[in-house]
């Protein structure tokens, strides 16, 4: 069964530092995300992707962050200075055809900024 | 501001119980509705989507009320392995975001 896969699986990162999180979507999947949930919190929306643009994103997805899907598999999320606040588990997912398609998740990605 | 509410929880019920979960969404322009389950720090999975007349899937039942803004799930015959949390979810306005409630703790015993 085709799945979202996510590197690495554990981030630790000094506050300040960059950090780029990947992701490989489900392969024929158009439309792609990021959502993040820090401990004991509700799973938030960041970003939406499609046709190599962003299509929405949240108050959260500030000028830190950014998104890119540098060749036809990886779809990428840069936090460019982290922050404590930063630390949370990212996950990645995407959807068919149409954006109100069903989201399928990747594992995840736990980032702890020190 | 658009949000989810759940009942956290947790509920602890023996093997075999019927529990029932509710949800409220304050978005009337929300079309689209799940509930998916989510294993202590894994990531979310859909159990079920949501349907204006009601579906079923095994032991699994829910229930929309669009004009109440409420989503119910019915879990039947509950199994060890049903202990997990379960998320009600709805689609943002734009159709591309989704919206999670905090989630609701099921604990089934033996």
């Known amino acids: 069964e085709p799945e979202v896969t996510q590197t690495p699986s554990h981030q630790v990162t000094q506050m300040g530092q960059e950090v780029i999180l990947r992701c490989v979507p489900i392969?024929?999947?158009?439309?792609f995300y990021w959502y993040r949930q820090i401990l004991g919190q509700k799973v938030e929306f960041l970003v939406s992707?499609?046709?190599?643009?962003?299509?929405?994103k949240s108050e959260i997805f500030d000028d830190q962050f950014s998104v890119e899907r540098p060749d036809g598999s990886n779809f990428t999320l840069k936090i460019r200075s982290t922050k404590l606040e930063d630390s949370a588990m990212y996950f990645c997912?995407?959807?068919?055809?149409?954006?109100?398609?069903?989201?399928?998740f990747g594992p995840g990605t736990r980032l702890t900024v020190l | 501001r658009k949000e989810v509410e759940q009942d956290p929880g947790p509920f602890n019920v023996p093997e075999g119980a019927t529990v029932a979960f509710n949800c409220t969404y304050s978005?009337?322009?929300?079309?689209?509705f799940f509930w998916y389950r989510q294993d202590c720090r894994k990531e979310p999975k859909l159990l079920m989507s949501?349907?204006?007349s009601g579906n079923e899937d095994g032991r699994f039942t829910a229930q929309l009320n669009r004009a109440s803004q409420y989503i119910s799930l019915l879990i039947r015959d509950s199994k060890l392995s049903d202990s997990a949390t379960y998320l009600c979810?709805?689609?943002?306005?734009?159709?591309?975001?989704?919206?999670f409630g905090k989630g609701t703790s099921l604990l089934v015993t033996p």
């Open positions: 992707f499609y046709n190599n643009e962003i299509s929405e």
């Open positions: 997912a995407s959807s068919g055809f149409y954006p109100t398609d069903t989201q399928y």
């Open positions: 978005n009337s322009a929300s079309q689209s």
């Open positions: 949501v349907y204006s």
């Open positions: 392969s024929n999947h158009l439309y």
């Open positions: 979810v709805v689609n943002m306005d734009s159709g591309y975001a989704l919206n």
